[in-house]
């Protein structure tokens, strides 16, 4: 389908895409200046666009649930650290009321660059398909999708095809999820955008990716058999390329924030230097004991010092280049660096890690007794390449070993699978079983914490002819609506 152009007016372009995938029909309505101004905001204008969309009845795995891109009104604004964000919006397959996961790269920056404030699908193509929106031809099309279970594998295909057609890396941006979102309901999806800064076989630059991870919209993603989203777009150009009512007073108000980022930072948590991850070390603190430990069972443990931010910064982040997620913003927590995987069918493989955030980093960390960083970097990275949620996953396993140190669970009701406090090779092996739902313990995993632990309270009964013990796994399932 070929659209307009369109100019950015006060940082919208006033217009959205309305895609169908069962009658594979796209629209292009206009954005209405009421509820562009009330609802403000990508959050607002998606859980606006969210409730036109659905009623009482609709669940998140109904063709009528709608799956929601929307970036803000300074999104893609580089004057302004942080202004890469885009939220991700839908009926969450976790909890079944909405879900919003913000993620950052330049998806949400390049749709705006494209034409277009708010991408909304609904429906369920019958087979495997890639949306491509080509802000330079124009046009919106609907094809197939590459054949790759893997997301790294997918990216790389993606990738390709479009510099065969002419595409700069730079013009690229895409979304992905994986083979795991199809078998869970925390399916992540992944924001893939192309940094020249960094270097890696002689070659400068390579594809990098941030997560849509929680309330598992990559599962909505899969659901829908969508494999991947692509938007071809460049920078606008001119004076005032935004469209600001006063372009002076927005450039300045860029450099004052960027100035305090600049000074706070380095006496605060040096995220430029540690990437979230620094946020360890702080939540360690005697004074605090807010750690996650064991499940949460304690809230601080001396060898944290063996996986914080400072530990990252100075053995495994590469700090060459500029990282942060979108040009302009001088915070720079777009940590990552190089691991050597030392599990599954890619053994021995060097792989670039971006993370770990704190929450995947405390997740797959203290919260499950491990002092590893390069391990959570790995457990990291193969949850991103299956297209699952490193945070639910995480915090999934941590309640699971507490079940078997507490005698809930036993080998033979899960396969021969044991999971204690430490065990690095007993969770990378986990990881793969849920994302590919290879048992039936896996895949009750997969589905979230209720089902699961409704699973284990009804075989603990059965084995041992004890009372339901439901309410005191409840003490220890950690979750939250």
């Not at 890619?346 to 997740?363: I, L, N, Q, S």
């Amino acid at each position: 389908m070929k659209y307009g152009a369109t100019r950015l007016a006060h940082g919208y372009t006033n217009r959205m895409v309305s895609i169908d995938m069962e009658s594979r029909a796209i629209t292009t309505p206009a954005l209405a200046p009421q509820v562009r101004d009330y609802f403000l905001g990508g959050r607002a204008l998606g859980l606006y666009l969210l409730h036109k969309r659905i009623t009482p009845r609709t669940t998140a795995r109904d063709p009528e649930n709608p799956l929601i891109f929307s970036p803000g009104p300074l999104a893609g604004i580089p004057q302004f650290p942080g202004t890469s964000k885009c939220m991700a919006v839908s009926l969450s397959p976790l909890t079944g009321i909405p879900g919003v996961s913000n993620f950052g790269g330049h998806f949400g920056a390049y749709l705006k660059y494209a034409g277009f404030d708010a991408l909304e699908i609904t429906g369920k193509s019958a087979t495997d398909i890639m949306i491509v929106i080509d802000g330079f031809g124009r046009k919106i099309s609907i094809v197939e999708a590459p054949r790759h279970d893997e997301v790294f594998d997918l990216e790389k295909a993606i990738a390709e095809r479009f510099v065969r057609e002419g595409r700069d890396r730079r013009e690229i941006v895409f979304l992905s999820t994986g083979i795991g979102a199809a078998h869970t309901t925390d399916g992540c999806i992944n924001s893939h955008y192309f940094d020249p800064t960094k270097h890696v076989d002689g070659t400068k630059g390579f594809f990098r990716t941030k997560q849509a991870g929680r309330t598992g919209l990559g599962t909505v993603m899969i659901d829908k058999r969508i494999r991947a989203i692509v938007v071809l777009a460049e920078f606008p150009h001119g004076e005032n390329p935004y469209g600001a009512a006063d372009w002076a007073k927005v450039k300045h108000a860029g450099t004052e924030l960027g100035k305090v980022v600049r000074e706070v930072d380095p006496q605060s948590l040096k995220m430029y230097r540690k990437g979230s991850a620094g946020l360890i070390a702080f939540m360690n603190k005697e004074e605090y004991q807010s750690l996650p430990v064991n499940n949460y069972q304690l809230g601080s443990d001396p060898r944290a010092e063996q996986i914080t931010g400072k530990f990252y910064a100075e053995h495994l982040f590469d700090h060459r280049g500029m990282d942060g997620c979108f040009p302009g913003c001088n915070l720079r927590c777009t940590k990552g660096g190089w691991v050597t995987l030392r599990f599954g069918e890619h053994k021995g493989r060097k792989v670039w890690v971006d993370g770990p955030e704190y929450e995947t980093a405390a997740g797959f960390g203290s919260n499950l007794g491990m002092w590893n960083a390069e391990f959570i970097m790995e457990a990291n990275w193969h949850c991103d390449n299956f297209g699952i949620d490193t945070i639910t996953v995480a915090v999934t396993i941590a309640f699971l070993m507490e079940c078997f140190q507490r005698g809930y669970l036993t080998r033979e009701e899960t396969e021969g699978l044991a999971l204690s406090w430490g065990d690095e090779a007993a969770v990378l092996g986990f990881i793969r079983q849920i994302a590919l739902g290879e048992t039936e313990f896996s895949r009750v995993a997969g589905r979230g914490m209720l089902p699961l632990l409704d699973w284990i309270a009804a075989r603990y009964a059965a084995r041992t002819g004890q009372a339901d013990p439901r309410e005191e796994l409840l003490r220890f399932a950690m979750q939250t609506k």
